[in-house]
């Protein structure tokens, strides 16, 4: 065994994947233990310029996916994903939950695949192809996965959190990690400038809002995050829960003014631009600036944070 202490990141992986046992005996394969796209991102583009062949797994709630890339010059994880998602697009684990044995289950796959690789059993590697488990329903599927012809060859490596963090992050004086961790698949807490399209909808500081609240305001107050999050802290004057990326029109009221409120204020301001593609009057719409996590901090410190 082979220890390295210090972090795998752009500067230091092409030397970590070149160095192998030693100069006679180099690395195999790469397996993927980790959560955040920043990570997985580098991973694959290293593999990819060093010619290393990498077993990837990722997990939320009761879904694990398999896939191995980058095998015998087949599909890489660029072809799976060419961009991250947006950030506050895809759950945390904190915010999705993660079944307590699905990463066991998971890593025993990949510890499968990457026996196969060593004793050179090529038949039924997934090459190609993308196992998905489904926990709760105990069955198996895949889906098959071919390169990409546009995809452009990867000679370097980037600053993979600014290319994860979005290009209105990445384009910006502002850090685009929080606390020099990167973006996982948690929605972050750090929101860049409002554009013209953010400016459609009202957007109220807590303290604000509480002294709304105050005076006789009303709102229909919608929680755009999973029922999970929910569960684990809320606003107690909330009407409804329903995900950002699937409000619906028949779920808020047809007159008076509605909160949006979230995490961190991000899936609220998403919520506020489909709620208008809907037809919800803009002017009616209040997304909580900051999400529950700013109100616990200006309002109520007791609330818990996740």
């Known amino acids: 065994v082979r220890t390295y202490e210090e972090e795998f990141t752009s500067s230091t992986a092409m030397r970590i994947l070149g160095e192998g046992f030693s100069p006679e005996k180099k690395w195999d394969v790469v397996v993927d233990g980790s959560d955040n796209f920043p990570t997985k991102y580098l991973i694959n583009d290293s593999c990819d310029i060093v010619g290393l062949p990498w077993v990837y797994s990722a997990i939320l709630a009761f879904e694990g996916q398999l896939s191995v890339f980058n095998y015998k010059d087949g599909p890489t994880y660029r072809d799976m994903m060419p961009l991250p998602p947006p950030p506050g697009d895809v759950p945390s684990c904190a915010e999705g939950g993660v079944l307590g044995v699905l990463p066991g289950t998971m890593g025993c796959l990949q510890a499968t695949e990457v ?25 198996f599927s895949e889906a098959g996965l071919e390169k990409l012809e546009e995809r452009e060859e990867i000679t370097e490596l980037i ?15 502002a850090p685009p990690t929080i606390e020099g961790k990167g973006r996982t698949m948690d929605e972050a807490e750090h929101v860049s400038s409002d554009t013209a399209s953010d400016r459609d909808f009202n957007s109220l500081e807590p303290i604000e809002a509480l002294e709304k609240l105050k005076t006789g305001w009303s709102p229909w107050v919608v929680d755009v995050r999973l029922q999970t999050e929910h569960d684990i802290v809320a606003l107690p004057f909330t009407d409804i829960v329903s995900p950002h990326r699937t409000v619906k029109l028949d779920e808020v009221p047809v007159h008076g003014d509605i909160l949006i409120y979230c995490k961190a204020g991000v899936r609220g301001k998403k919520a506020c631009k489909r709620l ?9 719409l209040f997304n909580l600036d900051g999400g529950i996590m700013r109100w616990r901090k200006d309002i109520d410190s007791s609330m818990p944070r996740y």
Do not use: H, N, T
């Open 115 to 139: 026996l196969k690789i060593l004793l050179g059993k090529e038949k039924g590697i997934l090459r190609g192809r993308i196992l998905v488990y489904d926990a709760m329903m105990m069955k």
């Open 159 to 173: 600053d993979y959190q600014g290319f994860c963090a979005g290009p209105s992050v990445a384009g910006s004086s």
């Open 276 to 284: 208008i593609g809907l037809g919800v009057d803009s002017q009616r």
